[in-house]
């Protein structure tokens, strides 16, 4: 796989129970993430995070790039990695070392930390689940320090999905009506809102891009796990329990038809912001 689809994300992030979530959906993430890692890796490329620094990831999942993030901050820095899922926490916690710990929350519990604590925040394909996102972004702003850095990589509104397509046909088909968004992204946002939305909390801006992913799976029957691990098991939610594996079907004969010799292709494009706390 090379790199990540931001609609495949951590579903209802900080303003609903993961309750459709299990240990073995998050063993599943931890498997087939590599999408989102690599995102992640990039938008560190562009945080330019410093051996020594104290970094916060908000959203971690399982813990795989914090535990990368941890090798480039050093003996001296420390990375905390947080997330609202018990299980993926769970996982995380088994990568735990000195200077790398990981606890349970989301963006409503950054009240335990200090005034000015971080040199560094992010958030990898997290931002657009978060229901009050102004409140979020003030505590953000909180316990950065002065000169500190926010990374954010989101998914783009306006972006004409092929996968988004295949998932709403095969509701539309099945159910006869649309439904918000079974389980896909429906809080990305367009570029000109999100740097609105980051200069109105006082944060710099700089550095925005947007770029393109291409993701290979080897079958369909992957991208729809991907797709149910990533959403915390919220894949279809709106859509009645009896409908749903006929739905799934239907996607899946669809995916099909979007191979290639390398697999089932998605191409995706995602934001990447990074900002700055004022000195």
Same mark, same amino acid.
């Given at each position: $796989? !090379?790199?990540?689809? #931001? +609609? ?5 992030? !900080? ?6 979530? =299990?240990?073995?959906?998050? *063993? ?31 959203? /971690?999942?399982? &813990? ?9 901050? &050093?003996?001296? &820095?420390?990375?905390?990695? $947080?997330?609202?899922?018990?299980? *993926? ?26 005034? #000015? ?9 997290? +931002? ?26 989101? &998914? ?9 397509? %295949?998932?709403?046909?095969?509701? $539309? ?10 389980? $896909? #992204? ?19 801006? %700089? ?18 796990? +991907?797709?149910?691990? =990533? ?29 290639? =010799? ?12 990074? /900002?700055?706390?004022?000195?």
């Amino acid at each position: $796989m !090379a790199a990540s689809f #931001n +609609f495949f994300s951590l579903k209802l992030f !900080a303003y609903n129970p993961v309750r459709n979530d =299990s240990l073995e959906l998050a *063993r599943l993430y931890d498997k087939l993430s590599t999408p989102q890692y690599i995102q992640g890796k990039d938008l560190i490329k562009l945080l330019k995070v410093t051996a020594g620094s104290f970094v916060l990831d908000l959203g /971690c999942g399982t &813990g795989r790039l914090a535990a990368y993030l941890r090798e480039l901050v &050093g003996p001296k &820095g420390w990375v905390i990695g $947080m997330d609202p899922s018990p299980y *993926r926490i769970e996982i995380a916690k088994q990568r735990m070392k000195k200077g790398l710990s990981f606890q349970l929350g989301g963006s409503e519990d950054l009240g335990v930390f200090k005034d #000015n604590f971080f040199d560094f925040v992010y958030l990898n394909s997290v +931002f657009y689940w978060i229901r009050d996102k102004e409140t979020a972004l003030v505590e953000i702003y909180r316990i950065l320090k002065p000169g500190g850095k926010l990374g954010i990589t989101s &998914g783009y509104k306006f972006e004409n999905s092929p996968l988004l397509k %295949i998932v709403n046909d095969a509701i $539309m088909e099945v159910m006869g009506k649309e439904f918000a968004s079974g389980g $896909m #992204n429906e809080d990305s946002f367009g570029k000109e809102d999100f740097k609105e939305l980051l200069q109105e909390s006082g944060f710099l801006i %700089i550095h925005f891009k947007q770029k393109e992913y291409t993701d290979y799976f080897p079958s369909p029957k992957e991208v729809v796990q +991907f797709f149910k691990a =990533s959403s915390n098991g919220n894949l279809l939610e709106e859509i009645p329990q009896t409908k749903r594996a006929f739905i799934l079907s239907k996607i899946e004969t669809r995916l099909e038809r979007l191979r290639s =010799s390398k697999g089932i292709k998605i191409i995706h494009w995602t934001m990447f912001a990074v /900002c700055q706390k004022p000195l």
